[in-house]
């Protein structure tokens, strides 16, 4: 453990400026939303029948969960930000720890840092205790910020801690999976994937009412600690017990293995390359094919489950004859189904816009990495290269965004006897989000051309996008602010016959982007890491 | 084959922000030539290797690469060149034997022969994967795939850094033939005894300056001879003669470095004082290296 201090330190330093921003995304988000509520639904019988209308939608129910108690602003924030802000802290956890063990492993500096008087275990354990500070520091700005609007201190502490708490146990996801794996790429995406998975099977158990299910998941948890709602302490200890037992499994395998060595061997690969692999498109689906396949199984899943819980929505109405009536003004049970996958579909539109990010800035991966620069020694002309990539980005996104849609229009047909018709209804709404996902690969791009340096501001453009959709109503935002996103111009194509306008100004406008952005990397000089 | 130089450069200015990288530096390197670009760390050797890719743009000054502009003219002269460079950084899950083949094929072709030959001959494993690689073995993996390819001219950035003394010696056979074929070679080398083995001409450069330009005999002849010489009596006016460098005397015995255009007047003075024996020891490149670099210092 020799060193370890120095190493945080060094963890903080590279840090300084992503964990503060983390911090205060996360905590900033439940205290806004609080707010928000409070302003929206000053009055209990309000919020009672918010309450009573999720706790008939079993689609509601899939997506943030169930309403424990509706009468308070603490009991519906717990309820509309518990699954959105404890998946983010477990996000932040599973950056930091990764950034700070398994890349550190694969970039060679971790064998530099070794070398010195620094303990074996020094720079896991730095980066265990960074991930922990930065959940503490979350929980306690929830708790502040939550008693500071005058909401019971005892379920602001039980909400901070259930955040923070989701925080730790992916901390030890993401170490655990950081022994198993050689490469931060592949660590990423195996706690992402566990994060997903804990989503589904809270989805599942909410929606079907299975708790069973629901208890499986740390985001089931982070619910079932009933912030304001007659908090049950308990449930705080199986964050704590499960993340030591996860970073207690990575402390045995790590002891087990060398440095800069996974436990899963790599395997001996080809001699000669493929008769394909020939160009820089070839390349480029070669490094990226793996995790497409990742993101579109992801998005058939989801699309699957969201798909088949549509119907459900509608059975509001059975139990509501208030809102029974109002339905009937805007169209009937059919219109709330459509209004809840049109949402669906827009979410998928939106995360679609990280993979195009994701895959965009493989340019600015492989520029930084060095690998750019014998790929541009040869006869390779550097727009050519640009779009290897940026076809991925690009196909792969309208690729994943087909097959959510089909998906859900799939599920969704099955239920009510038409799946082939849903299937194309679905496929086409989707499909309409793909202008609006393809600007943020155009904002990837731009920045990669013109500010190599600030491309994490393309991140930057996506949180904001999710934001404002998910917020920006809540907050009551000026339509002029909520506007600035692409995502608000898509056109309701389930409910209305589409307009094309909008995806004709956002096709161009993601070309204009694309353009600059190339013109402005073939004019500067490549960069050396 | 033209009698136009491969690469010309004169006068190239070359900054980062503040920093001056190239500061009016000057390179010829002749169509069929080994060329040996020597300097220190950090004196602009990948900087100008890079401009000449058409990685980064020149600031002043003109730089001509096979008769073309190697910013405007970067892919068509890609073809005509092979390029390995200082720090090979491969793609962690492709193999050795992949990455050679896309390298060969994306300059427009591979000699599938001559890839197993060299992998022969340079005794690399090509199924691993490219984070199973040591430093060494990425630096051959980048050398077969320029070598396998049939281009005109060769860039090389320390290729050799990483390999162990057999495959050095491969190295310089491979060079050694390559010079035969005819093909141009400019070897950005700090491995002295590598350039005096395989290289015509020689440029060293300091601070993004070119210091020193000719064969290796010329330099030579340029630079100091180590004498060392048993003697009857110690003459008089060593000490303060012009060129003499580094005397140490001990009893009748002296040694001392002396300028090449002294050597005659210091000569005379020695035959007067009686010889008893004499070595004469020319310069090495290491010690015209080091006057160089210790200069810099």
Same mark, same amino acid.
């Given at each position: 453990m020799t060193g370890t201090l120095t190493m945080v330190w060094l963890a903080l330093r590279r840090d300084r400026l992503l964990l503060p921003v983390w911090v205060v995304v996360v905590a900033g988000v439940i205290t806004v939303s609080a707010a928000a509520i409070a302003d929206l639904y000053p009055q209990a019988g309000q919020r009672i029948a918010l309450g009573v209308t999720i706790g008939s939608a079993p689609a509601l129910q899939a997506l943030t969960g169930p309403v424990f108690d509706a009468t308070s602003v603490g009991g519906l924030t717990a309820w509309r930000a518990t699954t959105m802000s404890?998946?983010?802290?477990?996000?932040?956890? /599973?950056?930091?720890?990764?950034?700070?063990?398994?890349?550190?492993?694969?970039?060679?500096?971790?064998?530099?840092?070794?070398?010195?008087?620094?303990?074996?275990?020094? /720079?896991?354990?730095?980066?265990?205790?960074?991930?922990?500070?930065?959940?503490?520091?979350?929980?306690?700005?929830?708790?502040?910020?939550?008693?500071?609007?005058?909401?019971?201190?005892?379920?602001?502490?039980?909400?901070?801690?259930?955040?923070?708490?989701?925080?730790?146990?992916?901390?030890?996801v993401a170490l655990l999976a950081a022994q198993l794996t050689t490469h931060a790429r592949t660590t990423n995406a195996l706690a992402a994937a566990a994060l997903g998975l804990a989503f589904l099977l809270r989805a599942l158990g909410d929606a079907a009412k299975v708790e069973a299910l629901a208890w499986l998941s740390p985001l089931g948890w982070a619910q079932r600690v009933r912030a304001f709602a007659g908090e049950r302490w308990w449930v705080l200890a199986l964050f704590v017990v499960t993340g030591l037992v996860l970073v207690a499994a990575a402390a045995l395998l790590a002891r087990r293995r060398d440095l800069g060595a996974g436990l899963m061997p790599a395997r001996p690969g080809r001699p000669d390359a493929a008769a394909y692999l020939a160009s820089p498109l070839a390349l480029a689906w070669r490094l990226q094919r793996g995790g497409l396949l990742g993101w579109a199984i992801s998005f058939v899943v989801v699309g699957l489950?969201?798909?088949?819980? #549509?119907? =459900?929505?509608?059975?509001?109405?059975?139990?509501?004859?208030?809102?029974?009536?109002?339905?009937?003004?805007?169209?009937?049970?059919?219109?709330?189904?459509?209004?809840?996958?049109?949402?669906?579909?827009?979410?998928?539109? *939106?995360?679609?816009?990280?993979?195009?990010?994701?895959?965009?800035?493989?340019?600015?991966?492989?520029?930084?990495?060095?690998?750019?620069?014998?790929?541009?020694?040869?006869?390779?002309?550097?727009?050519?290269?640009?779009?290897?990539?940026?076809?991925? @980005?690009?196909?792969? =996104?309208?690729?994943?965004?087909?097959?959510?849609?089909?998906? #859900?229009?799939? #599920?969704?047909?099955?239920?009510?006897?038409?799946?082939?018709?849903?299937?194309?209804? *679905?496929?086409?709404? @989707?499909?309409?989000?793909?202008?609006?996902?393809?600007?943020?690969?155009?904002?990837?791009?731009? *920045?990669?051309?013109?500010?190599?340096?600030?491309?994490?501001?393309?991140?930057? @453009?996506?949180?904001?996008?999710?934001?404002?959709?998910?917020?920006?109503?809540?907050?009551?935002?000026?339509?002029?602010?909520?506007?600035?996103?692409?995502? #608000?111009?898509?056109?309701?194509?389930?409910?209305?016959?589409?307009?094309?306008?909008?995806?004709?100004?956002?096709?161009?406008?993601?070309?204009?982007?694309?353009?600059?952005?190339?013109?402005?990397?073939?004019?500067?000089?490549?960069?050396?890491? | 084959?033209?009698?136009?130089?491969?690469?010309?450069?004169?006068?190239?200015?070359?900054?980062?922000?503040?920093?001056?990288?190239?500061?009016?530096?000057?390179?010829?390197?002749?169509?069929?030539?080994?060329?040996?670009?020597?300097?220190?760390?950090?004196?602009?050797?990948?900087?100008?290797?890079?401009?000449?890719?058409?990685?980064?743009?020149?600031?002043?000054?003109?730089?001509?690469?096979?008769?073309?502009?190697?910013?405007?003219?970067?892919?068509?002269?890609?073809?005509?060149?092979?390029?390995?460079?200082?720090?090979?950084?491969?793609?962690?899950?492709?193999?050795?034997?992949?990455?050679?083949?896309?390298?060969?094929?994306?300059?427009?072709?591979?000699?599938?022969?001559?890839?197993?030959?060299?992998l022969e001959r340079f005794d690399l494993d090509p199924t691993k994967k490219g984070r199973a690689y040591s430093k060494g073995n990425r630096q051959k993996v980048a050398l077969i795939a320029a070598l396998a390819s049939d281009v005109?001219?060769?860039?090389?950035?320390?290729?050799?850094?990483?390999?162990?003394?057999?495959?050095?010696?491969?190295?310089?056979?491979?060079?050694?033939?390559?010079?035969?074929?005819?093909?141009?070679?400019?070897?950005?080398?700090?491995?002295?005894?590598?350039?005096?083995?395989?290289?015509?001409?020689?440029?060293?450069?300091?601070?993004?300056?070119?210091?020193?330009?000719?064969?290796l005999a010329g330099l030579r002849h340029l630079t100091r001879t180590t004498i060392s010489a048993e003697l009857d009596r110690l003459p008089d006016g060593l000490p303060g003669l012009d060129g003499v460098h580094g005397l140490t005397v001990n009893g009748c015995h002296v040694r001392f470095q002396i300028d090449g255009e002294h050597l005659q007047v210091v000569l005379r003075l020695l035959t007067d004082s009686g010889v008893r024996a004499l070595t004469c020891q020319p310069a090495t490149l290491e010690e015209l290296f080091l006057r160089h670099y210790q200069v810099a210092a």
């Open positions: 404890a998946a983010l802290a477990a996000l932040m956890s /599973m950056v930091v720890v990764t950034r700070h063990t398994r890349a550190e492993e694969e970039t060679g500096r971790a064998e530099l840092v070794g070398a010195c008087r620094v303990g074996r275990y020094a /720079m896991s354990t730095a980066a265990v205790l960074v991930a922990t500070g930065a959940n503490v520091l979350i929980a306690l700005l929830i708790t502040l910020g939550l008693a500071g609007q005058g909401l019971p201190v005892a379920g602001a502490l039980a909400f901070g801690a259930a955040v923070g708490g989701t925080g730790w146990v992916f901390t030890g489950l969201f798909g088949a819980l #549509a119907y =459900s929505v509608g059975d509001i109405v059975g139990d509501n004859p208030q809102l029974a009536a109002i339905l009937e003004q805007v169209g009937g049970a059919g219109a709330l189904t459509d209004t809840f996958l049109a949402a669906e579909l827009s979410l998928l539109g *939106l995360v679609a816009g990280g993979y195009a990010v994701q895959a965009t800035l493989r340019l600015q991966g492989e520029e930084s990495a060095l690998r750019a620069e014998p790929v541009l020694a040869t006869a390779v002309l550097r727009w050519r290269w640009i779009l290897s990539h940026l076809g991925m @980005a690009l196909g792969g =996104s309208a690729l994943i965004i087909t097959a959510g849609g089909l998906a #859900a229009g799939l #599920a969704h047909g099955l239920r009510i006897g038409e799946p082939a018709r849903q299937a194309m209804r *679905l496929l086409g709404a @989707a499909l309409v989000q793909v202008p609006a996902t393809w600007t943020l690969a155009g904002i990837a791009m731009l *920045l990669f051309g013109l500010l190599p340096r600030l491309t994490a501001l393309a991140w930057a @453009a996506l949180v904001a996008f999710a934001l404002l959709g998910q917020l920006g109503e809540l907050l009551q935002l000026d339509d002029r602010v909520r506007n600035l996103s692409p995502f #608000a111009h898509v056109p309701q194509a389930l409910s209305q016959p589409s307009d094309v306008g909008p995806l004709l100004w956002l096709g161009a406008l993601t070309a204009a982007l694309l353009s600059a952005g190339t013109v402005a990397f073939q004019r500067r000089d490549l960069r050396e890491g | 084959m033209t009698n136009s130089p491969a690469i010309l450069v004169s006068g190239l200015t070359k900054h980062f922000g503040k920093v001056r990288a190239l500061d009016g530096l000057d390179l010829t390197v002749r169509t069929g030539e080994v060329h040996g670009f020597l300097g220190p760390n950090g004196s602009g050797k990948t900087t100008t290797l890079r401009i000449l890719l058409g990685l980064l743009r020149a600031g002043s000054g003109h730089a001509e690469l096979l008769g073309g502009q190697p910013w405007r003219d970067a892919v068509a002269l890609h073809r005509r060149l092979a390029y390995v460079p200082g720090d090979v950084v491969l793609w962690p899950t492709l193999s050795g034997g992949e990455a050679i083949d896309l390298l060969g094929r994306l300059r427009g072709g591979i000699d599938r022969q001559r890839k197993a030959a060299l005109e001219l060769l860039l090389l950035d320390e290729p050799t850094s990483g390999l162990d003394p057999l495959m050095e010696a491969a190295f310089r056979e491979v060079i050694a033939e390559e010079r035969r074929a005819g093909r141009t070679v400019l070897l950005s080398s700090h491995m002295l005894s590598e350039v005096e083995a395989l290289c015509d001409q020689v440029t060293i450069i300091r601070d993004g300056r070119t210091v020193e330009t000719g064969t």
